[in-house]
């Protein structure tokens, strides 16, 4: 027999089986776990590429609507003959007043043609500005910057008593845009010019260059 130190195992065949078994049950816990987890990353993984397209879409969203933005300001630029800075401040400040950008436009545009028929003859024109005791030519015959005439032209036209009077020389001046042009004309020149100013201050005006690359890319 040999030396040494004899170890007798002796296991008991019913507790080796619930050992079995409880090793069994943890397995399978642990594969549920497992498979839970699976299931919760993958959630995350969905919900965070479902934010990302969001954030995507977002951005997209604000680019087009920046373009579309530009493209408006340059086209009203060349129409009106104002600085893209003058009308970026002019629609911050006649969206506070709830008259839009487009209503304002038109009757810049209608301004400048009715200073020239004034210069050219003596029609409605010529009486409705001479009724507001506006001047709409220099000394030298020459036109006055449009943008001053049509300023003067709501700050007289809002101090008139008469409304009656006040909206038929309004149409004839400024043309049908003109009925929609009473909180405009009630705010005068003199805030309107305080809430420009705050647009410039907020960073509501954008470069020309900025305002150029953002056409371009509404163009296309």
Known sequence: MARGISIDLIVDPKKAIEGLDKVDAK?????KFLADLGKTVAGVAVAGAVAIAGA?????????????????ILTAATNTRMSTESLQAYKYAA???????????????????SMQAAREGTGEQAEA???????????????????T???DTIDALGGMTNETERDALAMVILGKSAADLNS????????FAELTEEARKNGAVMSGEQL???GLLDDA
């Open 184 to 191: 405009l004309i009630a705010q005068g020149s003199a805030g």
């Open 27 to 31: 397995a399978n816990s642990s594969s």
């Open 95 to 113: 969206e506070l007043i709830d008259v839009p950008l487009e209503t304002m436009t038109k009757s810049l545009s209608k301004n400048i043609k």
């Open 149 to 151: 005439v049509y300023w």
């Open 212 to 214: 150029e690359a953002l």
């Open 56 to 72: 995507v879409t977002g951005l997209a969203a604000a680019s087009v609507a920046a373009a579309q933005y530009a493209d408006d």
């Open 129 to 147: 500005y001479a009724a507001l005791g506006i001047a709409v030519t220099e000394a030298d015959g020459s036109l006055r910057n449009s943008e």
